[in-house]
């Protein structure tokens, strides 16, 4: 009797095939030899019947045949990959199989694809063992052969994967018959077009939502002008600068003249502070000395590694996840399609070995033998960076210390590679420490600039408040790895800090430039020394004001990286990682899905893609189809319901709520809004919406 091995794709069987030891020469669509086989998918080899394969009626598409809700979903074989599934079907079936082991990619989508096939063929009478792999390295294959488990064992994963397609399709099908029987012909003429088909999806018309969201936020947007005062100090041989800052004890506290707390609405205003301050000299308020930690980053997961090749390479998400997809299968790194940001346990009892092996390449030698000698990977599973809980089906992306096909990568697929290398030797370093020195400093001013008397009461004098804030570099700690070879400084984030840099750009190339001189002084020694002996009450000289002109501005547009983190988010887009890592809950879409959906939504033109800056902007057709679904089932656009159907479906793989539940309310879903659609009558006021629109596309 033979063991039957399944995987997902032919580079893959071959990766079976070599641990396995399997001699014998590939014959068309497997590889046997005496007591083993291995086969393969092509990706999907069977998909869900169209509706006209149920009934001849649905392939006329009639709001009189909506809702289209089926009882029973049929499937067949996809027609240019029939070969292959015969070719499968019979191994399946073959007499001498006793046990099929399931190998195809270890996620709900692998699932999906080996239990269409399994059920199309009619699979009866073998034993099935799912293998679960993190990489394709020869011995997590072995790993994950000798430890497969029965495949009952993965039922609530199956049935949440056909939950998921049932979703997709019956959304796709009724709401995109449903909204362009009834809205296609006033979007075709407005367009002057034949004919208009209304694309819509689960996902991808929430995404269409976001984006077209944000760009009405910065249509909308009115920029208002501000105002800084920033003072130049001077002390023994140095002058650095003071940032202004209202305060209880200003005479501008609480009034309408400020935007926020350190600037002016008015440049008037601004020199009618500057005016007021007697010409002598500050007086520090308050000094002090303290250290910063920062912590290596968690690392990546793929919506991570998507947005940091966005931003620092400007590639798409989908040629991200090929490159990625590429090195997985070439053994360089584990399994791409994650979620998680954090290593398993049982990983980490053996990462001595991925470290080992990237000693290996010239760039991570000398990283990696640090690490192995201090013995500093030994603790790693009592730090953040490992965290069973936060893991469902694989950890973070890391480099499988197996570095034989470095070579074959292309010169982008090596700077990804480097990125995921080194934020994976960084969590083995400890933190970098910074040292920040803030200074508070207090100026007398008079309360009315109208006042001409040389002698002043306290009476008439304020006290005005001005901040400087220096950080220091003192051990770079994991910092060490970037240093060596990147694009970004170590002191980078340094010198006045966020508070200091305004909200407009070119606001913020001014105080880059304050930034670049206060780094050159903060790495003066005397320097340090000088600003470290000041105390309470110590005097500093004014050597001048100066007023910076800022400039609010509009939110920033989604990039496509930007875009992959906030549909990971559920719809937030927030930057800062640590505060990502916190929260909970489900995104839009999978981690396996996102980019697809994105370059689906480039194709059919609803959104534009700036492949030199990876800017996401909607076209015309996208914003109409926006409106349409808008004033019909609205529900579509909003990103926590599209995220409460994905905990749904994560509910049913974790077997906290059955299928029959989540498919009912799936089809009262469905119902419902279909029926809402049918009756309404909104054409006319949606016709005036796209005349209004189409004034932002007259080019």
């Known amino acids: 009797m033979k063991n039957l091995y399944i995987a997902e794709k032919p580079s893959v ?50 709001l009189n045949t909506l809702p289209f809700l089926p009882k029973v979903f049929k499937y067949e074989v996809i027609e240019n990959v029939k070969e292959q599934f015969d070719i499968v ?19 709900r989508e692998g699932e999906y694809i080996y239990r269409l096939v399994d059920e199309m063929a009619n699979v009866a009478g073998k034993k099935r063992k799912r293998v679960w792999i993190d990489s394709q390295t020869e011995e997590e294959i072995l790993r994950g052969i000798s430890e497969a488990k029965d495949w009952s064992e993965y039922d609530n994963l199956s049935s949440s994967a056909y939950l998921r397609a049932k979703e997709d399709y019956l959304m796709g099908i009724n709401f995109s018959r449903l909204l362009t029987l009834k809205y296609g012909n006033t979007i075709a003429g407005f367009l002057k077009k034949d004919r208009a088909v209304l694309s819509v999806g689960r996902v991808m018309t929430c995404v269409i939502g976001m984006v077209i969201r944000r760009e009405r936020e910065i249509r909308d947007f009115l920029k208002i002008p501000f105002y800084k005062v920033i003072a130049v100090l001077s002390k023994e041989e140095f002058n650095f600068p003071a940032e202004w800052r209202v305060d209880a004890d200003s005479a501008y506290f609480g009034s309408p003249l400020l935007y926020k707390e350190n600037g002016f609405k008015k440049k008037e205003d601004a020199q009618k502070l500057i005016d007021s301050i007697i010409p002598a000299n500050m007086q520090v308020f308050k000094s002090e000395k303290k250290k910063e930690i920062k912590n290596p980053p968690l690392l990546y997961n793929l919506a991570e590694i998507q947005n940091e090749c966005s931003k620092k390479f400007k590639i798409s998400p989908d040629e991200t996840l090929k490159a990625v997809q590429s090195m997985y299968e070439k053994k360089l790194v584990t399994y791409p399609r994650t979620d998680a940001r954090v290593l398993s346990s049982a990983a980490a009892k053996e990462i001595h070995k991925n470290i080992t092996g990237l000693k290996g390449i010239d760039l991570y030698k000398d990283f990696a033998q640090e690490i192995i000698a201090s013995g500093k990977y030994k603790n790693i599973e009592k730090t953040k960076y490992v965290n069973d809980s936060r893991i469902n ?22 700077k ?48 005005e408040h001005f901040v400087s804030s220096f950080k220091l570099l003192k051990s770079e700690g994991y910092l060490k790895l970037y240093n060596s070879n990147t694009d970004t400084p170590a002191n980078s984030d340094s010198g006045l800090g966020k508070d200091f840099v305004s909200d407009k750009k070119s606001d913020i190339n001014i105080e880059d430039d304050i930034d670049k001189n206060i780094q050159k002084l903060i790495e003066i020694p005397a320097f340090r020394q000088m600003i470290s002996k000041l105390k309470n009450g110590d005097i500093v000289n ?30 937030q887009l927030i930057e800062d990682e640590e505060l990502r890592s916190l929260i909970k809950g489900s995104g839009i879409g999978t981690s396996a899905t996102r980019a697809e959906i994105l370059k689906k939504l480039f194709t059919i033109k609803y959104l534009m893609l700036n492949n030199k800056t990876q800017v996401i902007t909607p076209t015309l057709l996208g914003e109409l189809v926006y409106e349409a679904v808008n004033a019909s089932i609205s529900h579509l656009l909003n990103p926590e319901l599209t995220a409460s159907w994905e905990k749904g479906l994560n509910c049913v793989s974790q077997g906290t709520i059955t299928s029959d539940e989540y498919m009912e309310k799936l089809e009262n879903f469905v119902s419902v809004r279909t029926a809402n659609v049918i009756r309404l009558n909104n054409q006319y006021v949606l016709k005036q919406a796209y005349d209004r629109i189409a004034g932002f596309y007259k080019s």
């Open 416 to 463: 990804i590679y480097d990125l995921i290398c080194r934020r994976f030797l960084a969590i083995f370093y400890p933190s970098a420490l910074y040292e920040r020195y803030n200074l508070e400093f207090i100026a007398n001013a008079k309360k009315n600039t109208d006042l001409k008397s040389p002698v002043l009461t306290c009476e008439d004098l304020k006290k």
């Open 89 to 107: 079907s019979t191994l399946l079936n073959r007499a001498d199989v006793s046990t099929i082991y399931i190998c195809t990619d270890s996620g």
């Open 542 to 571: 004014i050597g001048g004001f100066d007023i910076k002109e800022g400039e609010t501005s509009p939110p920033k547009r989604y990039t496509s990286g930007s875009m992959i983190l906030a549909m990971e988010n559920a719809g």
């Open 393 to 414: 089906d694989h950890y973070a992306i890391i480099p499988t210390g197996q570095t034989g096909a470095y070579n074959t990568l292309s010169p982008i697929g090596k």
């Open 13 to 62: 069987a071959q990766e079976f095939a070599k641990a396995l030891k399997i001699k014998a020469s590939r014959k068309k669509g497997c590889i046997e030899s005496q007591d083993s086989i291995v086969t393969w998918c092509v990706g999907h080899l069977v998909t869900m019947s169209y509706p006209e394969k149920y009934d001849p009626i649905y392939k006329r598409w009639s």
